[in-house]
């Protein structure tokens, strides 16, 4: 078992604001209902639907769930 997707978003934290990632990661890290220990896709992908504001955008969220997925075989 790898890292949870929270604990993976969190390495993009503190880099280029213009970058979509970083500000997922800045806003995911206090958005205090965010699934910190899923690995399911299903379970973030419906969190962020109902949740999506200006940081937590769903365009983000496809790119950074690949990046993970493709890191830990999920």
């Known amino acids: 078992m790898g890292k949870s997707f929270y604990h993976y978003v969190l390495t993009f934290r503190g880099g280029e604001w213009s970058d979509e990632k970083t500000r997922f990661s800045e806003g995911m890290f206090i958005e ?3 699934p910190k ?7 973030l992908s419906t969190y962020i639907e109902l949740q999506s504001n200006e940081y937590l955008t769903i365009s983000a969220f496809d790119e950074l769930w690949d990046l993970y997925a493709q890191k830990y075989d999920v």
Request: aromatic share 30%; glycine share 10%; proline share 10%.
């Open 32 to 34: 205090p209902g965010f």
């Open 37 to 43: 220990y899923s690995e399911s896709f299903e379970e």
